[in-house]
């Protein structure tokens, strides 16, 4: 089947500007990860969503940084007023049932480069 | 919070050899550590995972251990070849979060 996708898969923009990022997780997974990966780090954690449950933003580095999902399906990253320490790539997993013991599908990423 | 060290951050070693990763955690609730593997250009993948009811677990040349006193997990991959040339994260629950660590590039030649 379909794993999961994102989309753009790359994207270059000006300090300032807000950007958008998607995520499509495969079908049924309630689950869904939101995570930043730069250059020669891990990856850090953002924000996590649980079927209809309030998520859980407790990784969100800024108040630039905000994320929606609707029909507890695809999610959108939003990033305002970016920054130059925002380029990294932006990872998104999905997983099956609850509990961060599922394992986590990942997506292609998206490479965002901040000018 | 959960804090997760890896080393080392780069391994070299000759295809057949073995290859050993090591990570420490800090939080004593953590209970589930799993490893990804991310080849160049790709998406990380799942290799294996332990929970915290187990010390060991093997799955054909990948096996990983656990100490949940030391508060440390090891990943061990036996009889290396060249595609296991990649960077190997490790990771460490915390609460609805895996916290990972910074990755091993690992570099097998034939």
């Known amino acids: 089947g379909a794993g999961v996708s994102q989309s753009p898969s790359n994207k270059v923009t000006e300090k300032g500007k807000d950007v958008e990022l998607r995520c499509d997780p495969i079908?049924?997974?309630?689950?869904l990860y939101w995570y930043r990966q730069s250059l020669g780090q891990g990856l850090e954690f953002l924000i996590y969503?649980?079927?209809?449950?309030?998520?859980?933003k407790s990784g969100l580095p800024s108040d630039r940084f905000s994320a929606e999902r609707t029909g507890g399906s695809v999610s959108t990253l939003t990033i305002q007023r970016t920054q130059q320490e925002d380029s990294a790539v932006y990872l998104c997993?999905?997983?099956?049932?609850?509990?961060?013991?599922?394992?986590?599908?990942f997506g292609p990423g998206t490479r965002l480069l901040v000018l | 919070g959960e804090n997760v060290e890896q080393h080392p951050s780069t391994l070299s070693v000759q295809e057949g050899d073995s290859a050993v990763i090591k990570c420490t955690y800090s939080d004593s609730a953590s209970n589930y550590f799993p490893w990804y593997k991310q080849e160049l250009g790709k998406r990380p993948q799942l290799i294996i995972d332990i929970r915290s009811n187990v010390g060991e677990k093997k799955d054909q040349r990948i096996a990983v251990t656990l100490n949940k006193t030391a508060k440390h997990f090891s990943l061990h991959i036996t009889e290396t070849q060249p595609e296991d040339s990649a960077v190997y994260f490790c990771?460490?629950?915390?609460?609805?979060?895996?916290?990972f660590g910074k990755g091993t590039t690992l570099s097998v030649s034939s």
């Open positions: 990771a460490a629950s915390s609460g609805t979060a895996l916290i």
């Open positions: 997993a999905s997983s099956a049932g609850q509990g961060v013991q599922e394992t986590q599908y």
């Open positions: 079908s049924g997974h309630t689950a």
């Open positions: 969503f649980q079927g209809n449950s309030a998520p859980d």
